[in-house]
């Protein structure tokens, strides 16, 4: 099994910054697809980015590009995501999952591992 806990939530004030970070562990993952989804209070959860393990190629959501970077630490087995310009609509609970066939899709059902989750809470 890969495990993943995510770290790094808070309380932030608008136009301000946050880094989450995954730690990955378990099974061999270099293949995979590593994604970030956010969940606002009642509504579905979405897609916000995904990496490549592999060659490290990315994709954002459109609500979040040129605000958002995901990367990934081989030595350290993390995948990262710096949160810039932060605004209220990007509060809710974000967490990370990994997709095994490394398509790294905005689709959350075909991801396979999912972490805990960590709270992103972005005041006007």
């Known amino acids: 099994q890969v495990q993943l806990v995510e770290s790094g939530g808070g309380l932030v004030q608008a136009g301000g910054s946050l880094r989450l970070s995954c730690a990955v562990s378990?099974?061999?993952?270099?293949?995979?697809?590593m994604g970030w989804f956010r969940q606002a209070p009642g509504k579905e959860r979405e897609f916000v980015a995904a990496i490549s393990w592999r060659d490290g190629s990315t994709s954002y959501a459109d609500s979040v590009k040129a605000r958002f970077t995901i990367s990934r630490d081989h030595a350290e087995n993390t995948v990262y995501l710096q949160m810039n310009s932060l605004k209220p609509e990007d509060t809710g609970v974000y967490y990370c999952?990994?997709?095994?066939?490394?398509?790294?899709?905005?689709?959350?059902?075909?991801?396979?591992?999912w972490g805990q989750g960590t709270q992103v809470t972005v005041s006007s």
């Open positions: 378990g099974r061999t993952f270099r293949g995979y697809a």
């Open positions: 999952a990994a997709d095994r066939d490394g398509l790294g899709t905005k689709n959350r059902r075909l991801y396979d591992y």
